[in-house]
């Protein structure tokens, strides 16, 4: 059985860091590319960060400095290590694998950045 468990998240104030992490398991996670999605009230889902099997790395511009995605495949996780966080990064944060045509998501996790 296919499972990606988001921990991490909770209310923060801004400028401070949180570390997201999802672990996964029910699938071979080496062989999976692993992104960080987030989706604001009001707002569509978005893509933050991804990183390939072969640890290549992309990053949504606004978060570009500030966020860093990485994975053990060891341990079967991928984090997002968050810093300087502002109001707008406020959202649900989602983790997804994908791997040709399949992929799952997880539950989510809330992030609240507020003072």
């Known amino acids: 059985q296919v499972q990606l468990v988001e921990s991490g998240g909770g209310l923060v104030q801004p400028g401070k860091s949180l570390r997201l992490s999802c672990a996964a398991s029910?699938?071979?996670?080496?062989?999976?590319?692993m992104s960080w999605f987030r989706e604001a009230p009001g707002k569509g889902r978005e893509l933050v960060a991804s990183?390939?099997?072969?640890?290549?790395?992309n990053y949504l511009d606004s978060v570009k400095g500030r966020f860093t995605i990485s994975r053990d495949n060891g341990k079967n996780t991928v984090y997002l290590q968050m810093n300087s966080l502002i109001p707008e990064d406020t959202a649900v944060y989602y983790c997804?694998?994908?791997?040709?045509?399949?992929?799952?998501w997880g539950q989510g996790t809330q992030v609240t950045v507020s003072s």
């Open positions: 029910g699938f071979t996670f080496s062989l999976y590319a």
């Open positions: 997804k694998a994908e791997f040709s045509r399949l992929n799952y």
């Open positions: 990183i390939s099997a072969g640890s290549s790395t």
